[in-house]
Nanobody
Framework: QVQLVESGGGLVQAGGSLRLSCVAS????????MGWFRQAPGKERELIAA????????YYADSVKARFTLSRDNAKTTVNLQMYALKPEDTAVYYC????????????????WGQGTQVTVSS
């Protein structure tokens, strides 16, 4: 059974930091890009960061660029999202996802999903 398990969400004040982790298991993820999406109330689910399997190429949405950083373990099954300088507008449910090949902005094109973790940034 494929599982993506997120951890690390919570409540933080504006300007603070949080680190989200995603552990993937249940299949061979060779060739899979790992990504982080977020969805705020009343808004579409948006891709904010992704890392490709082979070369570790990264993508960051403009809204998080220079504030969020991806990393992964050598086995490429754990992906971390380090978030700095958090803003109230970063408040959302954050989802880890995986898809074969490169990243895609359309969340419907991702095969596997975690259960989501809430991040709340207070002003």
């Amino acid at each position: 059974q494929v599982q993506l398990v997120e951890s690390g969400g919570g409540l933080v004040q504006a300007g603070g930091s949080l680190r989200l982790s995603c552990v993937a298991s249940g299949r061979d993820f060779t060739g899979y890009t790992m990504g982080w999406f977020r969805q705020a109330p009343g808004k579409e689910r948006e891709l904010i960061a992704a890392i490709t399997w082979r070369r570790g190429n990264t993508y960051y949405a403009d809204s998080v660029k220079a504030r969020f950083t991806l990393s992964r373990d050598n086995a490429k099954t754990t992906v971390n999202l380090q978030m700095y300088a958090l803003k109230p507008e970063d408040t959302a449910v954050y989802y880890c996802a995986a898809r074969f090949s490169t990243y895609d902005y359309d969340y419907t094109n991702w095969a596997y999903w975690g259960q989501g973790t809430q991040v709340t940034v207070s002003s």
